[in-house]
């Protein structure tokens, strides 16, 4: 039962990306470009720290 859904799933899940592609993020009029790429670049360096900590607390 649990491959038959999950074959099920995966060929909708498919089949919408080739046919609807992926969301398109629309920002709100008051949220400059600039501001979201320094969002973006915040959260990325966000998650190096994140993966470095975890790296370290593992060695």
Do not use: C, F, Q
């Not at 649990?2 to 060929?11: H, L, P, Q, V």
Request: aromatic share 6%; no cysteine.
């Amino acid at each position: 039962m649990d491959s038959n859904w999950k074959g099920i799933k995966e060929a909708i899940t498919s089949t919408s990306l080739e046919i609807l592609g992926h969301k398109k993020y629309h920002h709100k009029e008051w949220i400059t470009v600039d501001t979201l790429n320094k969002i973006r670049e915040r959260r990325n360096k966000k998650a190096a720290i994140d993966t470095s900590r975890t790296k370290a607390e593992k060695a």
